[in-house]
């Protein structure tokens, strides 16, 4: 091996044993985009049969029409699958490297529903799209590099759990006011964050699992994901009533990793060996990726129908 390969490799922290975690998170991706795509198919039948046109938010009868309709089920199921394979790659590589890998579903999502649609991208989609997909790749390269995984004190749990109860409280009010007026990007934040949330606490609980640390504050962990997972799921499912799936995929993948690598960063330490420079550039293309998100909620052909 030459000796500038052999620095480099020696620089990685990621080892061969936590890559196994990429493809498989990048086969959830695959999931999480036809997933998305059915259950989007099923959301606008309901709305379009059982709405009132106020697109206010998915009432208690409209989702229990939903169970009824098989593109909603089956689309379900592929979710499902999504979040097996998310938690088998959490269970082999740091947080900051698997969330951002979920950018993959929103080439598909794209992809899929123009053909569907039959409404072709136009320059200003693709380049969002682009400036996403690109801006989340040099991002998981560069976290692929420094990141490092330890052991989750209690204490870092327990700031986790403040700080998603304060989210999801402001979010509560949030929605009571804007109920009527919120737009596809509220729905498609709030979830955002609140899945970002989801895959902290299924990275903690994963870890104090494997370190032997199954105690009362696990437990209560594992409540407040699933809590997290029912109340973003009633976001995404609003969304897609609202936007296209390839928009509500867009936010998602760049919002969800992102929540999830401020808190991976800031509260677990996984970023701890990360240079000055490299976090710098880390930020710069974090920003690319969001700025792409926003562009194409303003471009996509959907919106402007």
């Given amino acids: ?9 020696e620089q990685i922290s990621l080892t061969p ?36 046109g106020t697109k206010s938010g998915l009432s208690p009868r409209q989702i229990l029409h939903l169970l009824a ?20 790659a959490l269970g ?11 950018v993959v579903a929103l080439v598909i999502t794209a992809i899929v529903n123009a053909r569907v649609s039959r409404i072709q991208l136009d320059r200003h989609a693709v380049r969002a799209i682009v400036l996403c997909v690109g801006g989340v790749g ?3 390269t560069i976290a692929a590099v420094y990141a490092v995984e330890q052991e989750i004190t209690q204490t870092q749990l327990l700031i986790v759990l403040g700080v998603l109860g304060l ?13 009527k007026s919120a737009t596809a990007m509220f729905y498609i934040v709030g979830a955002g964050v609140l899945y970002g949330f989801v895959a902290t606490l299924a990275k903690v609980v994963l870890n104090r699992i494997l370190n032997g640390n199954l105690d009362w504050l696990t437990g209560v962990a594992i409540v407040a994901l699933l809590a997290s997972a029912v109340l973003g799921g009633y ?18 993948t ?26 710098i550039a880390a930020v710069i293309v974090g920003v690319v990726a969001i700025f792409g998100v926003i562009q194409l909620a303003k471009h996509h052909p959907q919106t402007h129908r």
């Fill in 254 to 279: 760049v919002v969800d990793p992102l929540v999830a690598v401020l808190i991976g960063v800031i509260v677990l330490g996984e970023a701890s060996l990360i240079p000055p420079v490299a976090a």
């Fill in 138 to 140: 040099v991002f998981v």
């Fill in 167 to 179: 989210v999801t409280a402001g979010f509560g009010v949030a929605f009571a006011l804007l109920r």
């Fill in 17 to 52: 044993f936590q890559a196994i975690g990429i493809p498989i998170a990048l086969v959830g991706a695959v999931f999480l985009s036809l997933g998305a795509q059915f259950q989007h198919r099923g959301v606008s039948k309901v709305e379009a049969m059982h709405g009132d």
């Fill in 69 to 88: 309709r098989p593109s909603w089920v089956l689309g379900s199921l592929m979710l499902a699958l999504a979040v097996v394979f998310q938690l088998t």
């Fill in 92 to 102: 082999f590589a740091p947080l900051i490297v698997v969330q951002p890998l979920g």
């Fill in 1 to 9: 091996m030459p000796p500038e390969l052999s620095e480099l490799t």
């Fill in 235 to 252: 976001f995404v499912q609003t969304a897609y009533s609202v936007g296209s799936p390839d928009l509500v995929i867009a936010g998602l």
